[in-house]
Structures are given as structure tokens and as C-alpha cells.
């Protein structure tokens, strides 16, 4: 049974920081890709940011370039999100999310596994 597992979420004000993090069990993850999503209120499901099984290579969205950063620990099964700069756009359901093989996909579809969220909420 494979699980992911986020956490970190909270409120924070604008211009803030928050860490998620994503514990991954029941397989080893050490050779997937893993990424971040996030869904807003009557808003589809969008691409954060994502990172290859080595750590070696990274993709982001445009909107969260210079300010967010992923980063893993295969040791712990692990992926962080460090969000700097926060603004309230930002708000929304933040899931986790891992695929095996070493193409770093920007669409949903393309993920086997998905975590069941944590909420970030920036005030202004």
C-alpha cells in the first residue's frame, strides 16, 4: 500500500515562509519522480514544482520561479517544499504526488500516487 503523507501546511501572512513536507511509505520511492500540486477553490488542479529521482534536475511554474524550492531525501522517502515569499494567490490545497521513471511531467494525469493534501492559506 502505497502512501504519501503531506504536511507543514498553516496560515501565514503575506511575504512569509512555510516548509511542506511529503513522507512517502510502502515502496521505495528513490526512483520517482515526485511533485507538488496545488488547487485553489473553483480551480483546476495546477503543476508547483517537481524533481527527478536524483534531486539532480528541477522544473517549476513560472508563478512560484525564484521563490519556492523542492528538494528530497530518498534515505527518509522524503519531499520538501520550502515556499519563501508568500503571497495570498497562493493559498490553496497543496498535494503531493510521485511517478516512477525519469521524465518530469507537468500534468497530473502523468502521476501514479497522490497524498491527500494540506492547506496553505496566505493572508494579507
Known amino acids: 500500500q502505497v502512501q504519501l503523507v503531506e504536511s507543514g501546511g498553516g496560515l501565514v501572512q503575506a511575504g512569509g515562509s512555510l516548509r511542506l513536507s511529503c513522507a512517502a511509505s510502502g515502496r521505495t520511492f528513490s526512483w520517482d519522480v515526485m511533485g507538488w500540486f496545488r488547487q485553489a477553490p473553483g480551480k483546476e488542479r495546477e503543476f508547483v514544482a517537481a524533481?527527478?529521482?536524483?534531486?539532480?534536475?528541477?522544473l517549476y511554474a513560472d508563478s512560484v520561479k525564484g521563490r519556492f524550492t523542492i528538494s528530497r531525501d530518498n534515505a527518509k522517502n522524503m519531499a520538501s517544499l520550502q515556499m519563501n515569499s508568500l503571497k495570498t494567490e497562493d493559498t490553496a490545497v497543496y498535494f503531493c504526488a510521485a511517478k516512477f521513471g525519469r521524465v518530469i511531467p507537468r500534468v497530473t494525469t502523468a502521476y501514479d500516487y497522490w497524498g491527500q493534501g494540506t492547506q496553505v492559506t496566505v493572508s494579507s
Open positions: 524533481i527527478s529521482w536524483s534531486g539532480g534536475s528541477t
